[in-house]
């Protein structure tokens, strides 16, 4: 599991006097038997001007820090490249405010306990001879591992760095782990306002693409996290629900079981497809606080999409979450959440006898992309504890793709040229044609461009 280039700088570090241990998330992985080629080598007893020029005999080297010696070398390996962030232990003085407040200096005669020391969790602060193939594990990281707990290092060091708040979110979420409770207490006396929003959204990302979302959730409330930071999520937990509908409880438990189930649905996807739908179905309820009523023993949340979409855009806006790959990330999860519950709807409406047009699927898929809205709906249907099947949200997309819109609404038959040709004008009656035309094709009234031509052709006679 560990790549031959990466022993033969180990083995250069030796010849040189010095020792060479893999650290971080790289051995935490390796100690759970989880490949992964993310090196970073710390090295020993070896100063920074003889490290560079060793470094530099083993590949391409970019100094990212050379004022605190950190270095991404270059490896080669059956033809592929690869690189390693190759570093001396690395002292870190507090100086400011936030997580880029400190000073950092190299020091390759650092003890393997203080360097270990400045380590988030326990779990990160093992470290791994590959030439001797032992642990060097001084804060009980292994133990740690095998209870699945996330311990913190030092507390004294831990607050320095209010982003490891968020960093035990996205962790236990991704490996399924507890927090102890002592860490939880440490992390809820951090202030996370010094946080930036490139920062927040890193980890956020990591969260909603875990294995288990809802487990990084419910950690993000129990760690103070959604109050300091997220008050529209926090509120949720305070919000009931419908216990006929909603046997499991409150909005937030909901909302994480429905994470839970949409993290199901999405590995399909394209990166930025999947951050909209798991950004979907996290704020789907968000407008349920502020539009929750119960009256005779009855929830009502009358109007709670619109809400929601207000409440959503705030949330957006803190996280600066826009477009991913030229894909717009934000309007879709804002269209997701206006729209969450119309597939249920739509299919509970049609099986009482009032069929829905296709015009209306046409026109729904010009707002939101129809594949993605069935993804966040079957997830809330799905998203809950009883025996609840997703039969109309099954219908609904049934009927999506019999259409061939899952993706996006139908194209114009009819463009400006077509108009132009009839002996039109250049000006605004040609898009108002072109409009009018396009609205008998979404009808299903136009299907083909000489249809659409026709269309135009009685339009402007008649005017």
């Known amino acids: 599991m560990i790549s031959t280039p990466v022993i033969e700088l180990c083995k250069a570090v030796k010849d040189a006097g010095g020792r ?17 080629v993310d090196y970073d080598v ?19 080297v970019d100094a990212v820090g050379e004022a605190f010696t950190v270095y991404k070398v270059r490896l080669r390996e059956n033809r592929k490249s690869f690189v390693v962030d190759v570093s ?37 602060s093992m470290m791994y001879d590959p030439l001797a193939s032992e642990y060097v594990d001084i804060y009980g990281g292994q133990s740690d591992l095998e209870r699945k707990v996330i311990r913190v290092v030092d507390p004294a060091t831990f607050i320095e760095d209010s982003l490891r708040v ?4 996205q962790f236990a979420a991704r490996f399924e782990f507890t927090i102890e409770p002592t860490t939880v207490e440490l992390c ?23 294995a288990r979302p809802s487990i990084g959730l419910h950690a993000a409330r129990e760690l103070g996290i959604t109050k300091q930071l997220w008050p529209e999520l926090h509120a949720l937990g305070d919000c009931p629900q419908d216990p006929q509908v909603h046997p499991e409880g409150d909005v937030f438990i909901h909302t994480g079981m429905v994470l839970d189930e949409t993290r199901k649905l999405i590995e399909d996807l394209p990166r930025p497809k999947q951050i909209a739908v798991m950004l979907g179905a996290l704020c789907h309820d968000l407008g349920k606080p502020a539009t929750t009523t119960v009256e005779a023993g009855k929830v009502s949340t009358k109007g709670h999409e619109a809400v929601g979409v207000a409440l959503t855009e705030r949330f957006l806006d803190r996280l600066k979450v826009f477009t991913f790959d030229n894909y717009d990330v934000r309007v879709q999860t ?7 519950a119309v597939p249920h709807c739509w299919g509970k409406t049609n099986k009482s006898g009032q069929p829905i047009s296709d015009g209306q699927f046409r026109r729904l898929a ?10 966040v709906a079957r997830a809330d249907c799905l998203g809950r504890t009883g025996n609840f099947q997703p039969e ?17 609404a139908p194209k114009p038959l009819l463009l400006g040229r077509h108009v132009l040709d009839l002996g039109l004008q250049p000006g605004k009656r040609i898009g108002e044609i072109t409009r009018a035309v396009y609205e008998q094709q979404l009808d299903g009234d136009v299907t083909t461009l000489d249809e659409a031509i026709a269309a135009a052709e009685r339009i402007v006679n008649h005017c």
């Not at 109309?392 to 996006?408: A, K, Q, T, Y």
Request: glycine letters at 8%; aromatic letters at 8%; charged letters at 30%.
């Open 166 to 169: 968020l960093r035990a979110m």
């Open 392 to 408: 109309f949200e099954d219908w609904f997309i049934g009927r999506v793709r019999e259409l061939g819109i899952e993706n996006h």
């Open 334 to 340: 804002l269209a997701l959440v206006e729209h969450h």
């Open 366 to 375: 010009l707002q939101v992309e129809l594949d993605l809205l069935y993804r």
């Open 88 to 124: 001396l232990p690395r002292r870190e003085s507090k100086v400011g405010r936030g997580h880029r407040g400190f000073v950092v200096t190299g020091d390759p005669h650092m003890s393997f306990a203080e360097a270990a020391r400045r380590r988030d969790f326990t779990v990160n």
């Open 188 to 210: 809820r006396s951090i202030d996370l306002s010094d946080l930036p929003s490139e920062r927040i959204w890193a980890e956020v990302e990591k969260w909603l693409l875990a």
């Open 42 to 60: 710390e090295v020993y007893g070896v100063e920074a001007v003889v490290l560079r020029a060793l470094l530099d005999q083993q590949g391409k």
């Open 20 to 36: 060479a241990l893999l650290v971080g998330g790289w051995v935490r992985d390796f100690a759970r038997g989880v490949p992964s």
